[in-house]
């Protein structure tokens, strides 16, 4: 199994910056991509981006490219969400997650969350 410990939330203006780290512990040579979603109160689970371990590519919903970047430490075990020019409808409970396979779209593997908020 692998667990994922999210880290980083808080409350930040328009404007601002965060950083929020996913720790990745137990089997995590079994992990191909790592992933970030977000879910706003009354709203889906939404996607914000994805890496992948073994090329470093990464990928984007629209609406945070240009504003979010996601990166790994150089361990692999971790990978970060820099987010950058927050605006309020970024405002949601973000979740790191991870997957075996770059083949399917199912994510295996759910952190707890971390709340972020951004006041205007």
């Known amino acids: 199994q692998v667990q994922l410990v999210e880290s980083g939330g808080g409350l930040v203006q328009a404007g601002g910056s965060l950083r929020l780290s996913c720790a990745a512990s137990g089997r995590t040579y079994i992990i191909n991509t790592m992933g970030w979603f977000r879910q706003a109160p009354g709203k889906d689970r939404e996607f914000v981006g994805a890496i992948s371990r073994s090329t470093d590519s990464t990928y984007y919903v629209d609406s945070v490219k240009g504003r979010f970047t996601i990166s790994k430490a150089n361990t692999e075990n971790t990978v970060y969400l820099q987010m950058d020019s927050l605006r309020p409808e970024d405002t949601a409970v973000y979740y790191c997650?991870?997957?075996?396979?770059?083949?399917?779209?199912?994510?295996?593997?759910w952190g707890q969350g971390t709340q972020v908020t951004v006041s205007s």
């Open positions: 997650a991870a997957k075996n396979s770059a083949y399917v779209t199912k994510y295996d593997y």
